[in-house]
């Protein structure tokens, strides 16, 4: 597996492998891997002969008062794990080779950010579509590969792909769960033990808003109500949002359809966590 540091190594890199007729794969990460991520490499490496794991923490999606310079890392770790999981090449950039001082552009989409996390985290999806912008010109895959768990994310990335005619089919993967039901994040490392089971209560809500709407209960606000009881029944959380909201423009909706989507965003002690799932019949 190749450690590639600069982005003009990664275009010569990928320029190479295109002209010589092989496909391209590319799976965006911020490192500090576990099963959720390594499922999305394999996934990727199944549609492409080759796969690039780009790693890198990007500032520019972190709010002043976020958990940056926190942010888990491990380095040695990840690398034997995405070389395990079939990566050919790790991307791996510095701050400063992404972001020259010189730099003025970012790439903005318009109205999917000012709903679920866009709301909570100011600026944080225009940090997410322009390094992904970014890498995806550096990589120039085929495909790229990103997790259902951050959907908001993953639809915001699909319309940047559409709206800018970026030639690269992108694959979102369900959600990896823990034996429980906990959604995996590298930031369930923060969790203290107490912690950890409150966290739980966001995926089993999820299965409460199921079941009800599966009851035959239609009204989003009576389902959100139960939500929010039943979550903070748990020590240490605070509801950042619940939205029952249309999968494709994720504006709230008033009454419950077979599709519609359920996302959550929790804090449990100084950790917010997300989950999300889509209401069937
Ligand atoms: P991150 O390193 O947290 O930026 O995540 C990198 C990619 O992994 C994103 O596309 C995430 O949506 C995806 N991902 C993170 N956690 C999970 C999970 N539990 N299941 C599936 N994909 C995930």
């Known amino acids: 597996m190749e450690i590639i540091k600069t982005v003009h190594h990664m275009q010569q890199t990928s320029d190479a492998i295109r002209q010589g007729g092989e496909s391209l794969a590319l799976v965006p990460t911020m490192g500090f891997f ?77 109205d999917l950010p000012n709903h679920l996390c ?48 970026m030639d690269i089919q992108i694959m979102g993967v369900p959600t990896v769960r823990e034996a429980d039901g906990l959604a995996m994040s590298s ?29 035959g209960e239609k009204k989003a606000h009576i389902v959100k109500d139960f939500v929010r009881s039943y979550i903070l029944e748990h020590p240490h959380t605070e509801i950042d949002y619940i939205s029952l909201c249309d999968s494709v423009t994720l504006e709230d909706v008033n009454t419950l359809t077979d599709g519609t989507l359920m996302a959550l965003a929790v804090r449990v002690g100084k950790t917010r966590l997300i989950d999300n799932g889509r209401l069937k019949k």
């Open 187 to 215: 930031r369930n490392s923060y969790l203290s033990p107490e912690e950890r089971k409150s966290a739980l209560s966001l995926k089993k809500s999820l299965d409460l808003a199921q079941r009800l709407f599966h009851e």
């Open 118 to 165: 866009g709301l909570s985290r100011s600026g944080h999806f225009d940090g997410v579509t322009t390094v992904v912008a970014k890498l995806f010109h550096i990589v120039k895959p085929h495909v790229a590969v990103f997790g259902q768990k951050d959907y908001q994310q993953l639809s915001v990335i699909s319309r940047m792909v559409m709206d800018l005619d």
């Open 34 to 110: 576990h099963e959720g991520h390594l499922t999305l490499m394999r996934a990727a490496k199944d549609h492409c002969d080759r796969l690039v794991v780009s790693l890198f923490v990007n500032p520019t999606q972190f709010g002043p008062n976020e958990d940056f310079e926190a942010y888990p890392r491990d380095t040695q770790g990840d690398l034997k794990k995405a070389e395990d999981a079939g990566a050919d090449m790790v991307f791996m950039p510095s701050a400063g080779e992404m972001y020259p001082e010189s730099a003025q552009t970012s790439v903005v989409v318009k």
